[in-house]
């Protein structure tokens, strides 16, 4: 045998490590913990966990936060944070009912969640851009002030959604899976073209990178900026008409209320970093997996509610650490 000559395990172990650098270090220490959940959840409830309708509910589950986490990396990416992604569920929930029940039309539902979640996104980029206010305090702020909006047009009260062909978008399938599902997906596959594949999703990069450099470049950030909180608003527009359609209902704050702390965590799971300038819409995938699995696996073994909220918190600061310990070593 020639001195030279390759070992299996010496192949084995180039091929793994070329497996990791192709799929990135750190989404491959993600897709390891997501296995862990998978083994214990599996071990503490393998009956129910892994059957098909178990699935399926984590995958209803995480729809609507996937598509918030997507959206929320491309804001951090860009050198951002939305606090008010929740809020404004909430909000567009109630106003998809509204439109509903004013026209009696399925479609009038959608048109104004997604109006509204691009009229708070609007409001949000506006005053952070050119009133040079910090994100985390507008976006905070504005979280009150959407869900107090909520709560007058809807005198504190559900609105009852009675149409069917608009019902559909949140309990209806398409080749065996929930419509949420297909949304996420859509929602997915363009912002990942967006983000990855485009120049404006170069020039985000770019922007939150090193924002005076791309200043310099001639990019008009101010109006990036704008854009991205608009088009956050969009997306949570979306999250409340999913919610609204699979609740058949519209309300203030039920279903809404810890989405914009769980679409934070798993951005900075997936990746991002708090300076911007870094996130991967896979990243944000693997990160909304890991918190949909811990969620339901800890339901399903009987975890008490303020212990799992205690899991959440911990969670987010787990990923802030991590993402700062990344920053450090770059």
Known sequence: MSAHAET??????????????RVGIHNASLILALIALLVLFGILRGDVFF???????IGMGVAILGVLAISQTAVI?????????????????VSTAMAIDA???AAAGPLAGVAIGAAAGLFNGLV??????????????????????????????????????????????????????????????????????????????????NPVVARLSGM???????????????????????????TGS??????????????????????????????TVIGALLGVAIIGILNNGMILTGVPTFYQMLAKGSL???AVLLAEYRLNRS
């Open 77 to 93: 990416v860009s050198g951002g944070l939305d606090i008010s992604v929740g809020a404004i569920v909430g909000l567009t929930t």
């Open 103 to 105: 026209t009696g039309w």
């Open 51 to 57: 059957s098909s309708r178990n699935i399926l509910n």
């Open 8 to 21: 299996p395990r010496t192949t084995l172990g180039a091929r793994l490590t070329g497996l990791v650098e």
């Open 128 to 209: 952070i851009t050119y009133g040079r206010v910090n994100a985390i305090i507008v976006t905070l702020g504005t979280m009150a002030i959407f869900r107090g909006i909520a709560f007058i047009i809807s005198n504190g009260q559900s609105i009852s959604i009675f149409n069917d062909t608009f019902r559909l978008l949140g309990i209806g399938r398409f080749l065996g899976l929930p419509a949420p599902i297909w949304v996420l997906i859509g929602v997915a596959v363009l912002f990942y073209i967006f983000l990855h594949k485009s120049i404006v999703g170069r020039n985000i990069y770019a922007i939150g990178g």
């Open 250 to 279: 519209g309300q203030p704050i039920s279903g809404s209320e810890g989405l914009e702390l769980e679409a934070i965590t798993a951005a900075f799971l997936g990746g991002c970093a708090m300076q911007g300038g870094k996130g």
């Open 316 to 318: 987010l600061i787990l």
């Open 220 to 246: 008009d950030i101010k109006r990036y900026r704008v854009g991205m909180y608009v088009l956050s608003g969009m997306v949570a527009g979306i999250g409340g008409i999913l919610l609204a359609a699979r």
